[in-house]
């Protein structure tokens, strides 16, 4: 037999080998595809373990122990093809003789079975250890939303500005915007030092644009060296603007009036005739003092009932110096004129720009 000869036949040799597990691959792959375990695909079925599912359920260990029968199958054939059936101690003899290399390969399904089972079961200690994890991550998320609104509604009633005592109280539309960062999946976490900067920021906002309406109120004298761009009305209407975004953010729109009293509608009619519908909540500088402040306590109040990173600490403190400035704020009754209790009376208002002084060169 020539060398080219000898390697055809080494050609059909492997072939025939190879051709059995690619039949049961393919075969497996189509049933795999349309089976009703959605995780099991034509691509997969070999290796794939699904932690939900029984031991007996799982392709690879289908797919292995058929493919080892299959080659025992095979191999037996070609080992038992030249003999017949002799039930005597030396027919028994010889079957083990023959034998060797089939059972050799049907003993496989012992090592391979127990190294599947391990590995699904491994799998279902990971599945179980996470979805204990999940459970105590989504238990922390409630407890943390609940005891936040336990713990503000508990401050009670307070007098935050002059005459002008709310009830603190939140709702869990707060929890989800301060501590934003905490999920069913990530569990309790810190409140978001961003967000509370950001109500920070949006509250020395106000107050300035408040000193731009009441340049002549002592308390508010020197916040800000700019003139103002709009009329008296053009601020007012910033500030209404600026407030209803700051309750809205934080979900306290209907808890930072007094529960007798109502939102008033009005409308500020623009240089170019458009009308712009909204409301105020504010009816005095005191009540607008006192939604600052309540925004500010809550948020306080929120920060230090979670905020244990050292981070935070400067937060805290410029948190707690704002939170002083609005008690003064509030306490102060050196005011003569209200222009907030002015406007409140008004159903129209007529916001419009300054000019702006150019200088000339001398």
């Not at 375990?37 to 690879?60: E, I, V």
């Not at 005459?163 to 707060?174: D, E, M, Y």
């Not at 939102?263 to 009816?283: D, M, N, S, V, W």
Request: aromatic fraction near 10%; include cysteine.
């Amino acid at each position: 037999m020539t060398h080219a000869a000898k390697e055809a036949l080494h050609l059909l040799y492997m072939i025939l080998a190879i051709s059995p597990f690619a039949c049961i691959v393919v075969c497996f792959a189509c049933v795999s595809g349309i089976s009703m375990d959605k995780r099991a695909t034509f691509y997969n079925f070999s290796y794939h373990l699904d932690p939900r599912r029984g031991l007996a359920s799982q392709w690879p260990l289908r797919f292995w122990l058929i493919t080892i029968l299959v080659y025992f199958l095979i191999a037996g054939y070609i080992c038992w093809a030249p003999y017949t059936l002799s039930f005597t101690p030396e027919g028994f003899d010889t079957f083990i003789e023959i034998s060797k290399f089939p059972l050799a390969l049907l003993s496989l399904t012992l090592p391979v079975g127990v190294f599947i089972s391990r590995l699904h079961s491994t799998q279902q200690t990971a599945a179980q250890i996470e979805a204990t994890d999940m459970k105590n991550r989504l238990d922390a998320f409630h407890a943390q939303r609940k005891g936040i609104v336990d713990y503000i509604a508990s401050l009670g009633t307070i007098e935050l500005a002059h005459n002008v005592s709310l009830k603190i109280q939140i709702n869990q539309a707060f929890h989800s915007v301060v501590f934003c960062n905490s999920t069913h999946e990530t569990g309790a976490l810190e409140a978001d030092e961003r967000v509370l900067r950001q109500v920070m920021r949006q509250v020395r906002s106000i107050l300035d644009e408040l000193s731009l309406l009441m340049p002549n109120f002592k308390p508010l004298k020197g916040r800000v060296s700019t003139d103002p761009e709009s009329n008296e009305s053009g601020i007012y209407l910033e500030l209404v603007k600026l407030i209803n975004d700051l309750c809205s953010k934080l979900s306290v729109s209907d808890y930072v009036i007094d529960q007798q009293s109502k939102k008033t509608p009005f409308t500020a009619i623009l240089p170019g005739g458009e009308r712009e519908q909204h409301l105020r909540l504010a009816g005095s500088y005191y009540e607008l003092i006192a939604i600052l402040n309540y925004c500010i306590t809550i948020s306080y109040y929120a920060m230090v009932s979670e905020n244990r990173s050292e981070s935070s600490l400067q937060s805290r403190l410029w948190m707690e110096s704002l939170k002083k400035e609005l008690h003064t704020l509030g306490r102060d009754t050196s005011l003569t004129f209200d222009p907030i209790k002015s406007y409140s009376t008004r159903e129209h208002i007529y916001p419009a720009p300054l000019p702006k002084v150019v200088s000339e060169p001398a």
